[in-house]
């Protein structure tokens, strides 16, 4: 070993980690055959941690700070080595750094549908998908579990067993979220907060918290889609089920229209069963129009048929008034002769 050579490996005495990129959750300093300087300084940014590994063995934990190496800093390390008070020699040990910042935006979604139970329409399918973040909380149980001896580990070599967590306890979610299944889709907050709940021991198991969880979409099955248009179907007709058999024959008309426009009452058989079932719909409207319209109509003539009361009786003082009006009205010209002697004569007749 030349000069040069045994210098350099004497005198690692700065150990710290500058983040060059996101997506790193633990990196290795890179010691080779050099040795740490003893009294060297070791420097933990925020939204960091450092591990020293002797041997295979976890060591000292370090937080956020500057520190000095020592045996005073490094009491689990000097434990394992055997390091009397006296000791203030190089040493070798390997240092891990860790991030613990939040990994953000990271992508949870079903490839395929699930399969869940729920208490109105028994086992359903759905496609959900969101996104999620979570930090490194433990990074000791983080290195023993997950990251071993690699140089550098990234947030993409956990996606899939994270994502994995992620859809094993949507079922779990969804039973103890209590929110009726056609419910989901509009009670997305409730959906999330009860994944993350589900979710978040699994991942403290291996050294992780789980911060957030959203849920961006969830799509329902054809049927029940379906079945949730009716649904607000009747929301917007005040849950009037005349109402509602009203709209839905006038949605049908046009589909019915143009399946005889094409050739036929929607294709043999099973048009033609449609086509009554329609038209049994669009009858029961149409006779409900009908009855509708007739007591309406016998309202009307109900009314009618009820004698008007009769105009009280004029007194022989009230008649001599209005002749007078009539005859200053006939003095200025407004009425004619033949005018003034008729209403004078009906005048006369109520006396």
């Not at 992780?208 to 179907?233: F, H, R, W």
Request: net charge negative.
């Amino acid at each position: 070993m030349g000069l040069m050579d045994f210098i350099k490996k004497q005198f690692i005495d700065i150990l710290e980690w500058t983040e060059s990129g996101d997506g790193v959750l633990a990196w290795r300093y890179p010691m080779a055959d050099n040795e740490i300087q003893y009294g060297g300084s070791l420097t933990v940014r925020e939204s960091q941690m450092a591990v020293f590994v002797n041997e295979g063995k976890v060591a000292d934990v370090f937080g956020p700070g500057m520190y000095k190496l020592t045996t005073q800093t490094l009491p689990v390390l000097t434990y394992l080595k055997n390091w009397d008070k006296l000791f203030a020699s190089p040493f070798k040990s390997d240092v891990y750094f860790f991030s613990t910042r939040q990994q953000i935006d990271q992508r949870w979604g079903t490839s395929q549908p699930v399969t869940i139970r729920d208490k109105d329409f028994g086992a359903v399918r759905l496609r959900a998908f969101g996104n999620f973040a979570y930090r490194i909380s433990d990074p000791k149980l983080f290195h023993t579990e997950i990251t071993g001896t690699r140089d550098r580990y990234t947030t993409e070599d956990l996606d899939g067993q994270l994502r994995g967590m992620m859809l094993q306890h949507i079922s779990d979610a969804v039973a103890t979220s209590g929110v009726p299944f056609l419910d989901l889709a509009s009670n997305q907050i409730e959906f999330a907060q009860q994944l993350k709940a589900a979710t978040a021991p699994s991942f403290e198991a291996i050294g992780l918290k789980l911060e957030s969880v959203t849920v961006q979409n969830v799509s329902l099955p054809e049927e029940l889609q379906k079945i949730l248009d009716q649904k607000i179907g009747m929301g917007m007709v005040g849950n009037d089920m005349a109402k509602f058999m009203q709209y839905q024959t006038g949605q049908a008309i046009p589909v019915m229209a143009q399946g005889v426009g094409q050739g036929g009452g929607g294709g043999g058989l099973a048009g033609d069963a449609m086509g009554l079932g329609a038209g049994m719909a669009m009858g029961q409207v149409l006779a409900q129009q009908m009855g509708s319209a007739m007591a309406q109509a016998n309202a009307a003539s109900a009314a009618a048929a009820v004698p008007a009361p009769a105009a009280p009786a004029m007194t022989a003082d009230q008649v001599m008034a209005t002749l007078e009006k009539l005859g200053d009205l006939k003095a200025k010209g407004i009425l004619t002769e033949a005018e003034f002697a008729a209403k004078k004569a009906d005048l006369l007749a109520k006396l």
